[in-house]
Structures are given as structure tokens and as C-alpha cells.
């Protein structure tokens, strides 16, 4: 039988850090309506100037592993020492209204979400070199050496699975990555599943139906 089609796109974007992944979605939410960032718990302490439900659901350990044994996640994984998360929740309820949404988490949450929901778009973003991100990381004045360090050694191990997405952004240029986000998305909307639930009448006037 037909499972219901739902209009809306998941996309998962995965990026090392310092990839420049946080600046192309924020120019990607401002140039592209309708689409919706989910907001993940994590047990990371605040960054200056990370905001409580905007950034993240800042929660202690206890918290973040009674919701993980209470079944309240779609994905979760520990990146850097610290344990992060989706709801699994808001995504069914996003996914069930037909909107399209954005999860920006590491690879090995994506594959989870993936299992659940196999029509995600993955797309990975990457430096266009490794001291590019070393740079990044520094300038950005958010860490530590050693802190830069370690998360230099994650974003090789990071790239190592690139593979396992559909797309992968270089961003050497921020207007040429952005362009090809946008791609991304407006080809993803064009999708037949999504156009088939976006325009019912048009289809069910045809008399046909899934293509799977
Ligand atoms: P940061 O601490 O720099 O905000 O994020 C560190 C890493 O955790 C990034 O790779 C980010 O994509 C990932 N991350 C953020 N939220 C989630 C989540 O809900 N699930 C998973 N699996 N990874 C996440």
C-alpha cells in the first residue's frame, strides 16, 4: 500500500566545524522561505552569546540520558565529549504538516535519521582545505588551541565520510557554496513525492500514484 506522501523535505547538512556550515544556512533561511532548523539538546555548556532554545536545549547529562531512555530522540551521538540530540517529536510533527526541515548534526545522526526517514537529503559541506579550517576555527575565537586542535583531528576523520551523502559542498566561495545550497533545496522541492503531495488534485485527476 501507499504510505501517505508528505510534502515536505528533511535535509541534513553535515559539516566539520569551521566549515562555514552555521553562515551559508543563516544566508540560506534568509534567501529561501519555508523552511524550519530543528533545535537539538545538547550537554555542551553555552557558548557567549548562545541563546536557550535557539541554539540548542542546553540539559545536565541526567536530563539528556533520562529523554534518551524515555525513547524522545530520533538520533543522538556523542561528538567532541559531548552528547547531542533531535527530538524526535517536533521532527514527526514538522514532517506530518508537510514543512520542509533542516538538521544540522554530525554523520553518524544523520545515518540514524536516514533509517527513519530514507527519502533525507544529506549534504555534506567541507573546507576547501584543512588549513582553511584551522584558520576558521582561530579566527572565530570561540575555543582554545587545544580545543582547535582536537576539533582539526575530528574534521579528518569527518571528511573521511563524505561519501555517504548525496551532495558535498565545497566552500571556498561562500556566494558559490549558498548558490549550490539553494540548488539543493529548490531540486529537492521538485521532487515527484513532494510534488504529488503538493498538488493532490492535479494527480488524483490523473488517477495515478506513488512512484514507489
Ligand atoms: P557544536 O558544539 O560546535 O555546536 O557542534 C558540534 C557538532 O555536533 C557539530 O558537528 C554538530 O553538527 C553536531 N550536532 C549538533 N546537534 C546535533 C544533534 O542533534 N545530533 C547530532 N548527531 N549531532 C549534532
Known amino acids: 500500500m501507499n504510505s501517505p506522501p508528505h510534502a515536505g523535505s528533511l535535509f541534513?547538512?553535515?559539516?566539520?566545524?569551521?566549515?562555514?556550515?552555521?553562515?551559508?544556512?543563516?544566508?540560506?533561511?534568509?534567501?529561501?522561505?519555508?523552511?524550519?532548523?530543528?533545535?537539538?539538546?545538547t550537554t555542551r555548556a553555552p557558548r557567549p552569546g548562545e541563546r536557550e532554545g535557539s541554539d540548542y536545549f542546553f540539559v545536565t547529562r541526567q536530563e539528556f540520558e533520562s529523554r534518551r531512555a524515555a525513547g524522545e530522540?530520533?538520533?543522538?551521538?556523542?561528538?567532541?565529549?559531548?552528547?547531542?540530540?533531535?527530538?524526535?517529536?517536533w521532527i514527526d510533527e514538522q514532517v506530518g504538516a508537510g514543512h520542509d526541515i533542516l538538521l544540522e548534526i554530525d554523520w553518524q545522526g544523520a545515518m540514524q535519521v536516514r533509517e527513519a526517514f530514507p527519502d533525507t537529503v544529506g549534504i555534506f559541506i567541507a573546507p576547501p582545505s584543512i588549513e582553511s579550517l584551522r584558520e576558521r576555527l582561530t579566527r572565530r575565537g570561540q575555543d582554545s588551541a587545544a580545543v582547535i586542535e582536537q576539533r582539526v583531528a575530528a574534521a579528518k576523520s569527518e571528511l573521511r565520510e563524505a561519501g555517504r551523502f548525496e551532495h558535498v559542498i565545497i566552500n571556498q566561495e561562500f556566494a558559490v557554496a549558498l548558490h549550490q545550497l539553494e540548488a539543493i533545496v529548490e531540486a529537492a522541492r521538485t521532487r515527484y513525492e513532494q510534488q504529488r503531495a503538493r498538488n493532490p488534485a492535479l494527480f488524483a485527476a490523473l488517477g495515478v500514484g506513488t512512484n514507489r
Open 12 to 41: 541534513v547538512i553535515v559539516a566539520p566545524s569551521g566549515a562555514g556550515k552555521t553562515s551559508l544556512v543563516r544566508a540560506l533561511l534568509e534567501r529561501r522561505r519555508g523552511l524550519a532548523v530543528s533545535v537539538s539538546f
Open 73 to 89: 530522540f530520533l538520533e543522538w551521538a556523542q561528538v567532541h565529549g559531548n552528547s547531542y540530540a533531535t527530538s524526535r517529536r
